[in-house]
């Protein structure tokens, strides 16, 4: 197959400008596709082509896959990249794709429709031999029957809806009477998040790191890690700041992790870039969490360590394409992090939607992958994240510093922004030692200086 000519790119903001980076770089023509509260944004702008998907609600605009799919054949785009979020993981999306003739950049719809149901994933992983954390093989069928799991797995637990993400369907459960409370809660909002109501419990781990794996695997049945990502610093079950390597992990630790990943990629028949996740707990093992099967928003630090183009190697592998390098061809270079930028109250984590007045970013000193600039609106309708600032150095004491000078010289007003918490995070002696779990949010309430 031959490279694509011609990409539609269903998605909105950074991700959509990321992908018509490198699609102008490939001499690829792209296709922009807005809800009426994009009409001014630069993707829209910076693509080839734009149409309009009318209605700004998502459900009517980026989650519409019948009038997206409409639009791609009647501009004749060979191809879709669904970027992350929205439609990215829907089985039945990528299915109508290849049934209309239009390739998915991504998996194929029955590995998207695998990993999606969390529960058939945990099993998959642990024929492979990638270690699980004790839970459900099966979902819960009633409340009685989720008293006895838990008390079997020992307090505390996780409830989790089996098709979550994103942080979504997921509740800590320390005691019976939170799992009472808690039970009916989660499969209502399963069911009204993903159309399935189906929960299972898993062994809560405390204190957890929580790391992830790059894997790329094309249609010839060669896969690759390209090392892993530290994911820890989280606020409500969401990413905040992601580094690459992670500070957690010696060599030996790194090629365990690794090669783990590319076996359970290889077990599902994955093609493309995918992301398996892992948690760490306090003794150092490792269990697998879930695997994205998709583009992930922080991306951009795996490149800056391996100087590859992620999404560059997304449309290779889709257009049939061998992947471009070995294993022994990858190379771990410096050290990179990643800070996502979010229209919201930095303490609060309350979206602030409006008009940024004013947007400063010391350009040559940093990565900025943005959504907006000065001038543009925030939407309500949309995740609160408008940008990543992502540093690289040689060492990951000079990426912290660089990236604590980058932040102090970025100005955004006319909406708030998350910029002071970013800014103390990376000052904060337990991130510098690399020593924070998923609840270093948590434990330190930060009061940044003006809020």
């Not at 979020?85 to 029955?110: W, Y």
């Not at 695997?217 to 610093?233: K, P, T, W």
């Amino acid at each position: 197959m031959a490279m694509f000519k011609k990409v539609l790119i269903a998605n909105r903001g950074e991700i959509a400008r990321r992908i018509i980076r490198t699609c102008r770089n490939l001499g690829i023509q792209t296709v922009a596709i807005y809800a009426d509260a994009d009409a001014g944004a630069p993707f829209v702008k910076e693509a080839d082509e734009c149409y309009p998907l009318g209605e700004s609600q998502p459900l009517k605009s980026y989650l519409n896959g019948s009038k997206i799919l409409s639009i791609a054949k009647a501009c004749n785009a060979e191809a879709i990249h669904p970027g992350y979020g929205f439609l990215s993981e829907n089985a039945a999306f990528a299915k109508s794709c290849a049934e209309d003739g239009i390739r998915f950049i991504g998996p194929k719809h029955d590995v998207i429709q695998l990993m999606g149901d969390k529960i058939e994933a945990r099993k998959q992983m642990s024929k492979a031999g990638v270690p699980i954390v004790p839970g459900c093989d099966k979902p819960l069928e009633s409340l009685v029957e989720a008293i006895e799991v838990a008390k079997a797995l020992g307090y505390p637990v996780m409830l989790k809806a089996s098709a979550g993400g994103g942080g979504i369907g997921m509740q800590l459960i320390e005691s019976e009477d939170e799992l009472q409370a808690a039970y009916t809660t989660i499969i209502q909002k399963s069911t009204a998040y993903f159309g399935n109501g189906a929960v299972y419990l898993e062994k809560f781990i405390r204190n957890p790191r929580h790391i992830e794996v790059q894997v790329a695997c094309d249609e010839f049945g060669n896969a690759v890690h390209l090392f892993e990502r530290e994911c820890s610093i989280q606020r409500r079950n969401q990413k905040v700041i992601e580094e690459a390597p992670s500070p957690f992990l010696d060599q030996a630790i790194r090629q365990t992790l690794c090669d783990t990943a590319v076996s359970g990629a290889q077990q599902i028949g994955y093609t493309n870039v995918g992301t398996m996740e892992f948690i760490f707990d306090e003794s150092g093992n490792f269990y697998f969490l879930e695997m994205n099967t998709r583009l992930q928003v922080e991306h951009p630090v795996t490149e800056m360590i391996t100087g590859l183009d992620l999404v560059e190697w997304q449309l290779k592998i889709a257009a049939e394409e061998p992947l471009p390098l070995a294993q022994a061809d990858i190379h771990l270079l410096g050290s990179a992090i990643e800070a996502r930028v979010y229209a919201e109250d930095p303490v609060t984590y309350f979206p602030s939607p409006g008009t940024i007045t004013k947007l400063e970013l010391p350009q040559g000193k940093a990565r900025f992958d943005f959504a907006v600039e000065e001038g543009s609106h925030v939407s309500h309708f949309y995740d609160p994240m408008i940008g990543k600032i992502i540093a690289w150095s040689s060492s990951r004491s000079e990426t912290i510093g660089q990236l604590d000078q980058v932040l102090r010289e970025t100005k955004i007003e006319g909406i708030k922004s998350n910029l002071p918490l970013l800014k103390d995070i990376v000052e904060r002696q337990e991130f510098l030692k690399g020593q924070y779990t998923t609840r270093f949010l948590d434990q330190y309430r930060f009061h940044p200086s003006g809020e």
